[in-house]
T-cell receptor, first 116, second 113 residues
Framework: DQQVKQNSPSLSVQEGRISILNCDYT??????FLWYKKYPAEGPTFLIS?????DKNEDGRFTVFLNKSAKHLSLHIVPSQPGDSAVYFC???????????????FGKGTKLSVIP | DSGVTQTPKHLITATGQRVTLRCSPR?????VYWYQQSLDQGLQFLIQ???????AKGNILERFSAQQFPDLHSELNLSSLELGDSALYFC????????????FGQGTRLTVV
């Protein structure tokens, strides 16, 4: 059962335009969300995160929006650049009680291609 | 460079064999996490160690085990390997027990033939 879903395996965008990557989750206990970027032959790199107490977080060209009622988050990249071409993973975590561990649950990723 | 080092980068082995993957976390990080990425799958959390102790377990098979040593490096042992174990295995580290923003190594690509 996939708790974090990225329904678009791939996305192509023209350079300079906006890229919007979507992510849906089913576990209402998730309260921290992250986006990772992955280039071929490299490990995932942390990009941006958002806590469930916010609905928007911005870092330069990257903005993440969170809609808790819809259990949906999106990553906006404006303007898109060819160097942004990579696989983007959405991840979510929950503040567990007891031993306390933020296990990251990842989606399957969306491959973004930015066309010059 | 994330500061997390994984060795080897590639590993080819036969079914039924046992392999050990190694991970050195970023300097100062006490937590190490292991993830598996199979073809067309997201990263599946396997196990976490924090300061030498097992902290959390995910979808880790009984044939797999891990440990974290006093110098904080970690090893993931995979035994009785099957074709389906072929995957990318990533190690990540974070300063504390909560990996809100973990830093990943480049991964070890395991191919079981």
């Amino acid at each position: 059962d996939q708790q974090v879903k990225q329904n678009s395996p791939s996305l192509s965008v023209q350079e300079g335009r906006i890229s919007i990557l979507n992510c849906d989750y089913t576990n209402s206990m998730f309260d921290y969300f992250l986006w990772y970027k992955k280039y071929p032959a490299e490990g995932p790199t942390f990009l941006i995160s958002i806590s469930s107490i916010k609905d928007k977080n911005e870092d330069g060209r990257f903005t993440v929006f969170l809609n808790k009622s819809a259990k949906h988050l999106s990553l906006h990249i404006v303007p898109s650049q060819p160097g942004d071409s990579a696989v983007y993973f959405c991840a979510a975590s929950t503040r567990a009680t007891g031993a306390g561990s933020y296990q990251l649950t990842f989606g399957k990723g969306t491959k973004l291609s930015v066309i010059p | 460079d994330s500061g997390v080092t994984q060795t080897p980068k590639h590993l080819i082995t036969a079914t039924g064999q046992r392999v050990t993957l190694r991970c050195s976390p970023r300097s100062g990080d006490l937590s190490v996490y292991w993830y598996q990425q199979s073809l067309d799958q997201g990263l599946q959390f396997l196990i976490q160690y924090y300061n030498g102790e097992e902290r959390a377990k995910g979808n880790i098979l009984e044939r797999f085990s891990a440990q974290q040593f006093p110098d904080l490096h970690s090893e993931l042992n995979l035994s009785s390997l099957e074709l389906g174990d072929s995957a990318l295995y990533f190690c990540a580290s974070s300063p504390g027990p909560f990996n809100t923003e973990a830093f990943f190594g480049q991964g070890t690509r395991l191919t079981v033939v």
